[in-house]
Nanobody
Framework: QVRVVESGGGLVQPGGSLRLSCAASGGSLRTFNMAWYRQRPGKQRELVAEIFGDHITEYADPMKGRSTISRDNIKDTVLLQMNNLKPEDTAVYYC????????WGQGTQVTVSS
């Protein structure tokens, strides 16, 4: 069974950038459409971005224009580049398929604060 592992989170000042990475054990991400989600404190998990195949991407409103989802097929990872981060982007970020096929990973904490 594929299990995902998210990494790359941390503490960043408002306006800063982070790049999150999603890797898998027990299988490959290359054959799956993938997505990034986030769960802000006290809120439900929400979609951030999706990638279909290698290049077709869609973004949810909260981070549209400030995030880029992509693949690194050599490393078999799915990336989320986040720019111009705001305090309201503070959340635990998760990767999964658009249909939430995999067990949820631990996520990676992103904290945006001065």
């Amino acid at each position: 069974q594929v299990r995902v592992v998210e990494s790359g989170g941390g503490l960043v000042q408002p306006g800063g950038s982070l790049r999150l990475s999603c890797a898998a054990s027990g299988g490959s991400l290359r054959t799956f459409n993938m997505a990034w989600y986030r769960q802000r404190p006290g809120k439900q998990r929400e979609l951030v971005a999706e990638i279909f195949g290698d290049h077709i991407t869609e973004y949810a409103d909260p981070m549209k224009g400030r995030s880029t989802i992509s693949r690194d097929n050599i490393k078999d990872t799915v990336l989320l580049q986040m720019n111009n981060l705001k305090p309201e982007d503070t959340a635990v970020y998760y990767c999964n398929t658009p249909t939430r096929l995999f067990p949820w990973g631990q996520g990676t904490q992103v904290t945006v604060s001065s």
